[in-house]
């Protein structure tokens, strides 16, 4: 679709690539309003029912795009391009179709952010993850400062945040920032892997389930819980419940419409 941002579809799967290898990948004005026409075009399609990010050439992504920001002459200008990423990461993590990040060489600031949107991350060996910011004087500004304190301990979220330091991936996975760890070359493999597992589930369940887990964590536990017991009630309705149990008594996979 652009020179910036590929996205193919294969086995019910979109594979969204970064496509700016000779900038590292770096996160632009233009690369969000591709994401963001694209995420808009998946969510309406019924043959896609899973997500893959990645990046093209050795880095999934280097973070936003210096370049560009160096030519901003006012804080406003600054504040209306994080605000940007801001929105579309957000509209990338409440996508109702689980996404996947696939991590290699490193993803670093802004784009260490949009692998923090996805549900799940896999990474390769060697791959480092970090928010640099601290070093240039600012700070993670697309929800870095938030997202990752919720998915590694608080301490180990500040010293990356504070010191501006990456982690290896190795590390990552030990502290369950990652879901797999691969051997190089083989992060988009293992991503497209998980995806079609995923993309083999029942969508309403699927989009139902991201609802659950990520708004349930702003909850209290036994207003979270009821929320749980309503979606369910609603999820027992539809005829992809009655198609899994019958799938179940036959001893073969579901073949799930999303109805």
Not at 54 to 73: K, N
Not at 76 to 99: C, D, H, I, M, N
Not at 185 to 205: D, Q, T
Request: proline content about 5%.
């Amino acid at each position: 679709m652009s020179d910036v941002l590929r996205v193919e579809v294969r086995d019910r799967v979109a594979v969204f690539t970064l496509d700016r290898p000779e900038r590292l990948n770096a996160v632009g004005t233009e690369t969000v309003g591709l994401l963001r026409d694209a995420l808009a075009r998946v969510r309406e399609d019924d043959d896609v029912r899973a997500l893959v990010l990645t990046g093209a050439g050795r880095a999934f992504s280097a973070g936003a795009d210096l370049g560009e920001i160096e030519s901003f002459t006012t804080p406003w200008q600054f504040r209306a391009f994080v605000g940007r990423l801001t929105e579309t990461y957000a509209l990338l993590e409440e996508f109702p179709k689980p996404s996947v990040a696939a991590i290699h060489g490193f993803a670093f600031g802004g784009g260490l952010e949009l692998a923090l949107a996805c549900d799940l991350r896999v990474a390769e060996r060697g791959a480092r993850l970090g928010l640099p910011e601290m070093k240039l004087g600012v700070l993670p500004g697309a929800g870095g400062t938030q997202r990752l304190p919720r998915l590694l301990p608080s301490a180990i979220a500040k010293q990356m945040i504070l010191t501006g330091e990456p982690i290896d991936a190795e590390r990552a996975h030990a502290l369950g920032l990652l879901n797999e760890l691969t051997e190089p070359g083989g992060a988009l493999k293992a991503a497209e892997a998980l995806a079609a597992r995923l993309a083999a589930g029942a969508p309403l369940a699927l989009a139902a389930g991201k609802r659950l887990i990520d708004h349930g964590l702003g909850m209290d536990l036994t207003a979270a819980v009821a929320y749980e017991q309503e979606t369910v009630s609603v999820l027992f309705a539809t005829e992809d419940r009655a198609e899994g149990l019958r799938a179940f008594r036959d001893r073969r996979p579901g073949e799930f419409r999303g109805v």
